[in-house]
């Protein structure tokens, strides 16, 4: 059984006015992904022509509205950001992705969860099957799975997003121990765009959580001289 919800949000953090909630789903834990948003830029990934062998960022809004072929001067990139997805929602779309076959995946999810209240638990075992699945059908794919950024407790609308940088420091030392578990390269992001206290410093964020273009550009020139990508 579905019902729809009106709900009226700042940004994109989380979803669109059109809010589609399964009420067959565990109401303790809010793992609905699908909204007006996801759908449609799921339906736009699937009529995009297919190209092999490309580089994947792949994530939320963070990933979404980054213009990463550009910063990376590397037109093979692609961009399947959708602003206010979950864990649960990436693992339900990675069949369009790996129909792909792209060389590189750089995975970052988990800042959503930690908002909607997920348990830890929950997001790191979707992280769990999400690589596990395309590890086998993607055996020569490269995974990145990069750390989630931090907040600043300053500026961001906490009506609107309740997280904590405590929360995402727990969160991405799980990622850490899990991509070392399955060899493959954990990108520390948190780290880079941090200040000394642990905050997402003003001048690389807007409304706390999304980010300016000189992150980006922090975030992408860093990657470049990791040689991460794009070779």
């Given at each position: 059984?579905?019902?729809?919800?009106?709900?009226?949000?700042?940004?994109?953090?989380?979803?669109?006015?059109?809010?589609?909630?399964d009420?067959?789903?565990?109401?303790?834990?809010?793992?609905?992904y699908?909204?007006?948003?996801?759908?449609?830029?799921?339906?736009?990934?699937?009529?995009?022509?297919?190209?092999?062998?490309?580089?994947?960022?792949?994530?939320?809004?963070?990933?979404?509205?980054?213009?990463?072929?550009?910063?990376?001067?590397?037109?093979?990139?692609?961009?399947?950001?959708?602003?206010?997805?979950?864990?649960?929602?990436?693992?339900?779309?990675?069949?369009?992705?790996?129909?792909?076959?792209?060389r590189?995946i750089?995975?970052?999810?988990?800042?959503?969860?930690?908002?909607?209240?997920?348990?830890?638990a929950?997001?790191?075992?979707?992280?769990?099957k999400?690589i596990?699945?395309?590890?086998?059908?993607?055996?020569?794919?490269?995974?990145?799975?990069?750390?989630?950024?931090?907040?600043?407790d300053?500026?961001?609308?906490?009506?609107?997003?309740?997280?904590?940088?405590a929360?995402?420091?727990?969160?991405?030392?799980?990622l850490?121990?899990m991509a070392?578990?399955?060899?493959?390269?954990?990108?520390?992001?948190?780290?880079?765009?941090?200040?000394?206290?642990?905050?997402?410093?003003?001048?690389?964020?807007?409304?706390?959580?999304?980010?300016?273009?000189g992150?980006?550009?922090?975030?992408?020139?860093?990657?470049?001289?990791?040689?991460y990508?794009?070779?």
């Open positions: 059984m579905y019902k729809i919800t009106l709900v009226f949000v700042l940004g994109v953090c989380f979803s669109q006015i059109i809010y589609a909630q009420t067959t789903k565990d109401k303790a834990i809010d793992s609905v699908h909204n007006y948003l996801y759908d449609q830029r799921v339906a736009y990934f699937k009529e995009l022509p297919v190209t092999k062998g490309g580089i994947v960022f792949l994530g939320n809004s963070i990933t979404h509205w980054g213009d990463w072929a550009e910063l990376l001067q590397c037109p093979a990139v692609k961009n399947r950001g959708i602003a206010g997805d979950i864990s649960y929602g990436i693992l339900a779309r990675l069949d369009e992705l790996i129909n792909e076959k792209p590189k750089f995975i970052m999810i988990g800042v959503n969860d930690i908002g909607r209240k997920i348990p830890l929950n997001t790191i075992n979707n992280y769990t999400i596990t699945k395309l590890k086998t059908a993607l055996p020569h794919t490269v995974l990145y799975i990069q750390s989630v950024l931090p907040i600043n300053t500026l961001i609308n906490r009506q609107y997003y309740t997280g904590s940088n929360e995402i420091k727990v969160m991405n030392a799980r850490k121990n070392a578990a399955f060899n493959i390269t954990y990108v520390d992001i948190y780290s880079l765009l941090a200040n000394k206290e642990g905050q997402m410093p003003a001048k690389f964020t807007y409304d706390g959580i999304h980010l300016t273009a992150a980006y550009i922090i975030w992408t020139n860093f990657l470049k001289r990791k040689g990508c794009c070779n």
